[in-house]
């Protein structure tokens, strides 16, 4: 006969197994395991800093943090918020465009200049399709770099040849993961 507990039991295990849970794949595509709260909230502390490793072109699946940061960062919520980044950042620009504004140091004239590859990138980043973390990674770097054309007057790279690279990393027929 079936004890209360045992029913409590079977019911907590269907609740379990019904819910989505979240794996990351690291090294060997074939080795997968559960991702771990703890990369999750490791991933979140140094996001700029492992940003900088995927933008570079490290491979998400070469270690737990990579993998768990690659993760969140191609959620498509969290694309759609850096569209936004990049949408209100347009905006700025061509409000402010001709008169420097200390509070907001950026290129305006660069930022209009590449209005084009802007949009691009915005209907890129939307787009329900997956995309590598590489390219995701390096338009979080050019809007968080303060070295990065968007703000360095004295960088050497064009802001639309740099939007024009990630553009080209967001291409959703790219493979996700490295040797796919």
Not at 39 to 56: N, Q
Not at 58 to 70: G, I
Not at 103 to 110: E, K
Request: hydrophobic share 45%; aromatic share 2%.
């Amino acid at each position: 006969m079936n004890s209360p507990h045992s029913i409590a039991r079977v019911c907590e295990a269907d609740k379990r197994a019904s819910q989505p849970q979240r794996t990351i794949v690291t090294g060997d595509p074939l080795a997968v395991r559960r991702s771990r709260l703890a990369d999750k909230l490791l991933a979140r502390l140094f996001g700029a800093s492992l940003d900088r490793r995927l933008a570079a072109g490290r491979a998400p699946e070469s270690s737990a943090l990579l993998a768990a940061r690659a993760q969140h960062i191609v959620a498509i919520r969290t694309r759609r918020r850096l569209a936004r980044n990049w949408e209100n950042l347009l905006r700025a620009a061509r409000r402010a465009h001709g008169a420097y504004n200390p509070a907001i140091p950026v290129r305006n004239d660069r930022i209009i200049a590449a209005e084009p590859d802007v949009h691009e990138l915005v209907r890129r980043m939307t787009a329900p399709l997956p995309v590598p973390a590489r390219g995701v990674a390096m338009a979080t770097a050019l809007l968080t770099d303060a070295l990065s054309p968007v703000y360095n007057s004295r960088s050497g790279n064009s802001l639309a040849a740099a939007l024009q690279a990630v553009i080209a990393e967001l291409d959703p027929a790219l493979p996700l993961m490295s040797g796919a």
